[in-house]
């Protein structure tokens, strides 16, 4: 049985300052209706302009997840998005009356106990998810950040973390949720960290206004002269403050909720961070040296993986826009050299092709003998083939043109492709064709899984004899 979709049973109402703006800012959770995901509303501005949360809007990750649209801005999102999100509620509205969310304690504790206490009311709709059935990967070499995400044959959402900040106060780090429901009693109330020699530099360039040590974790990774903590302390405006450094760890008068909190806080930025999918996430997420930089690109990635994946399984494949006559009149492959059978979708911007692969097909008497594989050269081809449809589509009488190879990039074989497999080929363009040059990107799918990819520029050029002809004409 489908899980449904939740909102709010009752709107909830927060009031408190922004970390980095130090603004006084109310924010008002109200339920939403099927389908609404959560959107931002910032209710201080003229029309009060609505930004939906959308790893696609995101604008900074500065110390925080900034999100834009409607020429309005909302500042460090993750937090009440990882409450919504790790309580299972679908739909809402938050409304502000500023430009940053209501730093609270530093974590979502604070919100998850307001969701929990108006509890949360079915609806309609079924619920969203992203399943992963592949090894979806992201890296970022420069800043050391990796992301896994694997199947678990639909089972819920889990994540792994390990932090590493070359910091003999962290060293290295691990946290795990097995289940999302782990997120309210386990992580939820995990607290944003910094270490105690970024203050000064933070608090020097307009950062942290709303920042305390009542909402964050401060950590202290050497040794300090008095004068240089009351120089620090001066710069946050906290003189007042009886602080002592006796070595590394923690500020002396901070407690850690668990040995691991920094870690845990990671892993609560990452559902933050990953709820701007629009999903709920079916899969595990490993996670090394994680940031909201790091964070976003990988919703990016899932979000798009998903939204391919979802057109794969849209494929019609009774569906004809040119059969094989039409693609005989277009293009002049002829057998066994013609690898395009059908195109059953075409827009401005890309196509969709298929390649039937038969034990007929002349190749496969020498690759291999009792082991045939179509070959990745044919793949090419037949995929090119598909690119030269579309580019020839767009021209005038196009039987007077050929469209010939110019370059092949970022090609990757990932299935063998067998007697029997149906090849859809989707290609997209990556730029607009000028010049006669065309460029797309394009992924070739059995039963929908990708079997390879490819990234083509083409050019199409008038046939020399009708070229001459015309120029004799003229």
């Not at 386990?186 to 206004?209: P, S």
């Not at 500020?251 to 990452?270: C, G, M, Q, S, Y």
Request: with cysteine.
């Amino acid at each position: 049985m489908a899980t449904k979709q939740k909102t709010l049973k009752e709107k909830i109402v927060f009031n408190g300052v922004g970390l980095h703006t130090g603004e006084p800012v109310e924010l008002t959770i109200l339920p939403a209706p099927d389908n609404h995901g959560y959107k931002f509303q910032r209710v201080d501005l003229e029309g009060q302009p609505m930004i939906d949360a959308d790893c696609d809007r995101v604008v900074s990750t500065q110390r925080g997840t900034t999100l834009e649209q409607n020429g309005a801005k909302v500042y460090t999102t993750e937090h009440v998005l990882a409450a919504l999100y790790g309580c299972k509620v679908d739909n809402a509205l938050l409304q502000l009356t500023g430009p940053e969310m209501p730093i609270m304690d530093g974590s979502s504790g604070p919100f998850v106990a307001e969701i929990l206490r108006v509890g949360r009311q079915e609806q309609s709709a079924d619920r969203k998810y992203i399943d992963l059935d592949e090894n979806i990967t992201f890296e970022d070499a420069e800043k050391g950040v990796e992301f896994l995400a694997v199947p678990t044959a639909g089972k819920e959402y889990r994540i792994t973390v390990m932090v590493d900040y070359n910091s003999p106060v962290l060293g290295t780090q691990h946290a795990s949720m097995y289940q999302l429901s782990d997120f309210t009693t386990e992580i939820a109330q995990c607290r944003t960290f910094v270490f105690f020699r970024e203050l000064e530099y933070l608090a020097k360039n307009g950062l942290i206004k709303g920042g305390s040590l009542d909402n964050a974790i401060v950590m202290v990774d050497s040794d300090y002269s008095e004068e240089h903590i009351k120089n620090i302390m001066h710069a946050l405006g906290r003189e007042e403050l009886d602080v002592k450094i006796e070595g590394v760890g923690v500020l002396n008068i901070i407690k850690l909720k668990f040995e691991n909190e920094p870690a845990r806080h990671k892993l609560l930025d990452i559902v933050g961070d990953l709820a701007l999918t629009g999903k709920f996430l079916r899969g595990h997420i490993l996670a090394a040296r994680p940031g909201h930089s790091g964070n976003v690109a990988f919703a990016k990635v899932l979000k798009k993986w998903d939204k391919e994946r979802n057109s794969i399984r849209k494929f019609d494949l009774s569906q004809t826009v040119y059969d094989i006559n039409d693609i005989t009149a277009m293009l002049p492959h002829r057998y066994p050299f013609l690898l395009v059978d059908r195109i059953i979708s075409m827009d401005e911007e890309s196509i969709v092709g298929v390649k039937n692969v038969t034990m007929n097909e002349q190749f496969f008497q020498g690759h291999f003998p009792n082991n045939p594989v179509m070959p990745g050269v044919l793949q090419i081809e037949a995929m090119a083939q598909v690119g030269g449809i579309f580019a020839l589509s767009k021209v005038e009488e196009p039987e007077l043109y050929s469209t010939y190879f110019m370059k092949i990039d970022g090609v990757k074989f990932k299935q063998k492709v067998l007697p029997g497999d149906t090849l859809v080929f989707r290609l997209q363009l990556e730029s607009p064709i000028r010049r006669g040059l065309v460029n797309m990107k394009g992924i070739a799918y059995v039963n929908g899984k990708e079997v390879m990819e490819a990234t083509m520029l083409a050019q199409v050029v008038k046939d020399k004899e009708v070229a001459n002809k015309e120029i004799t004409q003229a």
